[in-house]
């Protein structure tokens, strides 16, 4: 059994920047395929970013593209989400996500039915 725990969320001006952590129990985390995904009031939860097991690859959504940045430390067992420039779309409940298969990363990093674990979210409210 893996827990997730997101912490880091809060109110934030449009321009403004937050980091995400998502601290994972387990020995395996570093095989662990790891995502983000958000979710709006009256929406479907939305693919945000992905990484691999090593780090070397990330993946992100067009809308976070060159705004967000992905991370992990497998030393800590955790997993980052930098976000600069915040608008106020990118108001949601932020998911940390775990998928114990690697081969995830390469086809369906961006479906939330390819994810084993789920976090209980963290709330980021962006204000204009």
């Known amino acids: 059994q893996v827990q997730l725990v997101e912490t880091g969320g809060g109110l934030v001006q449009a321009g403004g920047s937050l980091r995400l952590s998502c601290a994972a129990s387990?020995?395996?985390?570093?095989?662990?395929?790891m995502g983000w995904f958000r979710q709006a009031p009256g929406k479907d939860r939305e693919f945000v970013a992905a990484i691999s097991w090593t780090g070397a690859r990330t993946h992100y959504a067009d809308s976070v593209k060159g705004r967000f940045t992905i991370s992990r430390d497998n030393a800590k067992n955790t997993v980052y989400l930098q976000m600069n420039s915040l608008k106020p779309d990118d108001t949601a409940v932020y998911y940390c996500s775990a998928a114990i298969r690697v081969e995830v990363y390469d086809r369906g990093r961006t479906r939330p039915d390819e994810y084993d674990y789920w976090g209980q979210g963290t709330q980021v409210t962006v204000s204009s």
């Open positions: 387990g020995r395996s985390f570093s095989s662990y395929v």
